[in-house]
């Protein structure tokens, strides 16, 4: 089983594999469109590898940090959710924010994952609930994911598209305050659609 791959960026392919080489071997792995975007080819790179064997291939997954694969091991070993699923949920929200979004119940925020409807949303909400380790971010976090929220139905509201809400909304600070977190959102918009 391969755990880990420190090498070289050789190429990226479309919409997230990676060829990193290692000691001349070239592994195609599949990453999060975050890791994607940041692992530009000649980059020196160090991924934490979940190496998933079905009876008909073998895939590598990599991460940048631990707490992601970890994530992503409980992901995948949740009834309903694959590899594919796991990775577009770990490309919408960091493991912090969907502990976050889990502890506090908010079942709109999973609909933004691409594939997520409502009905699955719902049934994912109640069981990642007893899978993720959500204590941690349980006080900390309600406050956040309530502002997040306000944020999000704000952004909607003034006729931000989806997608475009979630791409901003990976980017935002941990502010804690919906005020402070809008300002943060619009002024990421505005540079967006600026540049």
Do not use: W
Request: aromatic share 6%.
């Amino acid at each position: 089983m391969i755990g880990s791959l420190r090498g070289v960026v050789l190429e990226r392919f479309a919409p997230h594999t990676v060829l990193i080489e290692v000691g001349g071997v070239g592994y195609f792995c599949s990453v999060t469109s975050t890791t994607f975007a940041e692992l530009e080819p000649t980059v020196s790179t160090f991924l934490h590898v979940h190496h998933h064997i079905r009876e008909d291939a073998q895939t590598l997954f990599g991460f940048t940090q631990r707490i992601e694969r970890d994530t992503f091991n409980v992901l995948i070993a949740t009834h309903g959710i694959g590899p594919a699923m796991a990775l577009a949920i770990l490309s919408t929200y960091s493991p912090t924010a969907l502990s976050t979004i889990v502890s506090s119940g908010d079942t709109a925020a999973l609909t933004v994952v691409p594939g997520v409807g409502k009905k699955t949303a719902e049934r994912l909400m109640v069981e990642l609930k007893s899978r993720l380790n959500i204590e941690s971010v349980v006080d900390s976090g309600s406050s956040v994911q309530s502002a997040a929220a306000d944020v999000r139905e704000a952004l909607t509201a003034l006729g931000y598209g989806a997608e475009e809400i979630r791409d901003t909304m990976r980017q935002m600070s941990t502010a804690t305050d919906s005020e402070t977190m809008l300002r943060d959102a619009l002024a990421l918009l505005g540079a967006r659609r600026a540049g």
